[in-house]
């Protein structure tokens, strides 16, 4: 209780809305399983409009499906494909909100195997097409060799197993960049490094990810999330520094509580509730990194960040797991742990323990950046649901300017107008190294700062590169090729004025 009333952890939102009401759905993230017919498809559907009202993010993989035009024995008739039954799920998002509170979001995932991928890469080219949806292809490492080869690779039917086609992987990996560029969507996940790091292969292999990406999950799994603000973490006066001793006990804390949260949660679906209790997975992440950075007088896109970020979040993880090596001790491991990765090495309570989300609703009632990514804009208009619009400016850099003595009014007004902070004359030279904003750090800075916190998080972790308007298809394909040279699991990107409805950057 202590630390979420000071704001110095917060759970997900489900946990934060339905703890203590009725409904007791407390988890984040949902994946949901589709197999190949009708029943099961539109079973599906009724689920994720199950865990939507409840406040939960659904993920499908839809690479199970037989692709369109294919034969259907019972009926005689042809198959619509995947990305027809997108269209439904689609429709059922649209008219629930989420808990009464939020709309619901999905992610889905088609193989780059599937004989549909290309219906699938282009589905959202055409404005207000699925828009509860975010997109991404699983790409295998044998696909990305191919493109670095210029080699070519099967498309294979899923419903016979057989090979569709051929296809070169260059020129399909051309049309993933390209509309990428043009639309934002689809995002990449490196499947198979996802599921290197299944921490239950007996269990089965994991297919997809929640809506933003950061947590893989089996079939049936759900987990449930919370951050830990690291702008509170600090100590001193003047210049500070990481406080690890309020950090390790608000880790061991965390971990105790969101384990506590399997317990006390009340599933939507039995089947989803016994599939979680099996693997116990919980996901503590972080926020306020931004923030974090300023008080410690270090610029985002500087080496000196990346090794705060290796600093804090290997502390995260190694005490997160020693967290949860107590709570084996005292309330014994998994019920998966046999053939689990830790099975003989070392108990644990938790298959997986860390996981960074974007932390949208909590960064905002916790009054912090974002995740781990860098503030967007030092003013802006946030555009809240029901259009009510809000000027915000960033406080750190109000602080900054107020005791910097270049604050002004004009400043301000120069900002919320669109003003760049480096072309301010007044502001010192420091102040604007150190307040960089997300489009002022190069695509490769984003891609380097995921990859350091990737390196010590056992799930996934949901980060967006950003790019100017003015970014070639060559700047994004350069960034789908460093993350998977550099061990992401996953990768999202967004240009300016991609896409319709964004956040006003000022």
Same mark, same amino acid.
């Given at each position: 209780?202590?630390?979420?009333?000071?704001?110095?952890?917060?759970?997900?939102?489900?946990?934060?809305?339905?703890?203590?009401? @009725?409904?007791?759905? &407390?988890?984040?993230?949902?994946?949901?399983?589709?197999?190949?017919?009708?029943?099961?498809?539109?079973?599906?559907?009724?689920?994720?409009?199950?865990?939507?009202?409840?406040?939960?993010?659904?993920?499908?993989?839809?690479?199970?499906?037989?692709?369109?035009?294919?034969?259907? %024995?019972?009926?005689?008739?042809?198959?619509?494909?995947?990305?027809?039954?997108?269209?439904?799920?689609?429709?059922?998002?649209?008219?629930?909100?989420?808990?009464?509170?939020?709309?619901?979001?999905?992610?889905?995932?088609?193989?780059?195997?599937?004989?549909?991928?290309?219906?699938?890469?282009?589905?959202?080219?055409?404005?207000?097409?699925?828009?509860?949806?975010? &997109?991404?292809?699983?790409?295998?490492?044998?696909?990305?060799?191919?493109?670095?080869?210029?080699?070519?690779?099967?498309?294979?039917?899923?419903?016979?197993?057989?090979?569709?086609?051929?296809?070169?992987?260059?020129?399909?990996?051309?049309?993933?960049?390209?509309?990428?560029?043009?639309?934002?969507?689809? %995002?990449?996940?490196?499947?198979?490094?996802?599921?290197?790091?299944?921490?239950?292969?007996?269990?089965?292999?994991?297919?997809?990810?929640?809506?933003?990406?950061?947590?893989?999950?089996?079939?049936?799994?759900?987990?449930?999330?919370?951050?830990?603000?690291?702008?509170?973490?600090?100590?001193?006066?003047?210049?500070?520094?990481?406080?690890?001793?309020?950090?390790?006990?608000?880790?061991?804390?965390?971990?105790?509580?969101?384990?506590?949260?399997?317990?006390?949660?009340?599933?939507?679906?039995?089947?989803?509730?016994?599939?979680?209790?099996?693997?116990?997975?919980?996901?503590?992440?972080?926020?306020?990194?931004?923030?974090?950075?300023?008080?410690?007088?270090?610029?985002?896109?500087?080496?000196?960040?990346?090794?705060?970020? @290796?600093?804090?979040?290997?502390?995260?993880?190694? @005490?997160?797991?020693?967290?949860?090596?107590?709570?084996?001790?005292?309330?014994?491991?998994?019920?998966?742990?046999?053939?689990?990765?830790?099975?003989?090495?070392?108990?644990?309570?938790?298959?997986?323990?860390?996981?960074?989300?974007?932390?949208?609703?909590?960064?905002?009632?916790?009054?912090?950046?974002?995740?781990?990514?860098?503030?967007?804009?030092?003013?802006?208009?946030? $555009?809240?649901?029901?259009?009510?619009?809000?000027?915000?400016?960033?406080?750190?850099?109000?602080?900054?300017?107020?005791?910097?003595?270049?604050?002004?009014?004009?400043?301000?007004?120069?900002?919320?107008?669109?003003?760049?902070?480096?072309?301010?004359?007044?502001?010192?030279?420091?102040?604007?190294?150190?307040?960089?904003?997300?489009?002022?750090?190069?695509?490769?800075?984003?891609?380097?700062?995921?990859?350091?916190?990737?390196?010590?998080?056992?799930?996934?972790?949901?980060?967006?590169? $950003?790019?100017?308007?003015?970014?070639?298809?060559?700047?994004?394909?350069?960034?789908?090729?460093?993350?998977?040279?550099?061990?992401?699991?996953?990768?999202?990107?967004?240009?300016?004025?991609?896409?319709?409805?964004?956040?006003?950057?000022?």
């Amino acid at each position: 209780y202590g630390l979420m009333a000071r704001l110095e952890f917060l759970p997900n939102s489900p946990t934060l809305m339905n703890a203590g009401r @009725e409904l007791g759905q &407390l988890s984040a993230c949902f994946v949901l399983p589709i197999e190949d017919s009708i029943e099961s498809i539109f079973d599906a559907v009724k689920h994720t409009a199950m865990i939507h009202k409840s406040g939960g993010g659904t993920g499908f993989s839809f690479s199970r499906l037989r692709p369109e035009s294919d034969r259907v %024995g019972t009926t005689g008739g042809v198959a619509s494909g995947p990305v027809s039954f997108m269209r439904a799920f689609d429709v059922a998002t649209d008219v629930i909100k989420q808990g009464g509170t939020r709309r619901g979001a999905n992610m889905a995932i088609l193989s780059i195997e599937h004989p549909d991928i290309e219906r699938f890469i282009t589905a959202k080219q055409q404005a207000g097409v699925l828009t509860n949806f975010n &997109l991404s292809v699983a790409v295998t490492d044998r696909f990305m060799e191919a493109v670095r080869t210029n080699g070519e690779y099967d498309l294979i039917n899923p419903h016979n197993g057989e090979v569709a086609a051929r296809k070169k992987a260059r020129e399909m990996f051309d049309k993933i960049v390209n509309l990428a560029w043009k639309t934002g969507d689809p %995002g990449i996940v490196f499947i198979d490094r996802i599921n290197a790091g299944n921490p239950t292969p007996r269990l089965g292999r994991i297919e997809s990810t929640n809506p933003c990406g950061e947590q893989p999950l089996l079939p049936y799994e759900s987990c449930n999330l919370g951050s830990i603000n690291l702008s509170r973490m600090l100590k001193g006066n003047g210049r500070k520094a990481v406080d690890y001793d309020k950090l390790s006990y608000t880790v061991r804390t965390a971990v105790r509580f969101l384990d506590n949260v399997i317990d006390v949660n009340k599933f939507p679906l039995p089947q989803i509730g016994e599939r979680t209790r099996q693997t116990r997975k919980i996901g503590l992440g972080v926020m306020g990194f931004a923030d974090m950075l300023i008080d410690l007088g270090i610029p985002y896109d500087s080496p000196d960040a990346l090794s705060t970020a @290796e600093a804090v979040m290997g502390f995260i993880q190694s @005490e997160s797991h020693k967290a949860s090596q107590a709570l084996a001790e005292e309330r014994g491991t998994f019920p998966a742990y046999d053939g689990s990765v830790y099975d003989g090495k070392v108990k644990m309570r938790n298959a997986s323990c860390t996981t960074i989300a974007p932390t949208g609703t909590l960064s905002i009632i916790a009054g912090c950046s974002s995740g781990i990514e860098p503030h967007f804009a030092l003013c802006f208009t946030r $555009n809240i649901m029901d259009n009510t619009k809000m000027i915000e400016v960033n406080p750190y850099f109000e602080r900054a300017a107020k005791e910097g003595g270049f604050y002004s009014e004009a400043l301000i007004k120069k900002l919320a107008e669109g003003g760049h902070l480096e072309d301010m004359a007044d502001v010192p030279d420091h102040i604007k190294n150190l307040f960089v904003t997300a489009h002022n750090i190069t695509p490769e800075g984003h891609v380097k700062m995921q990859a350091v916190f990737q390196n010590y998080t056992d799930n996934a972790v949901s980060k967006t590169v $950003n790019f100017p308007a003015d970014a070639t298809v060559a700047d994004v394909e350069g960034v789908y090729l460093m993350a998977f040279d550099d061990g992401l699991k996953g990768i999202t990107i967004y240009r300016d004025g991609c896409k319709g409805a964004y956040v006003e950057l000022k």
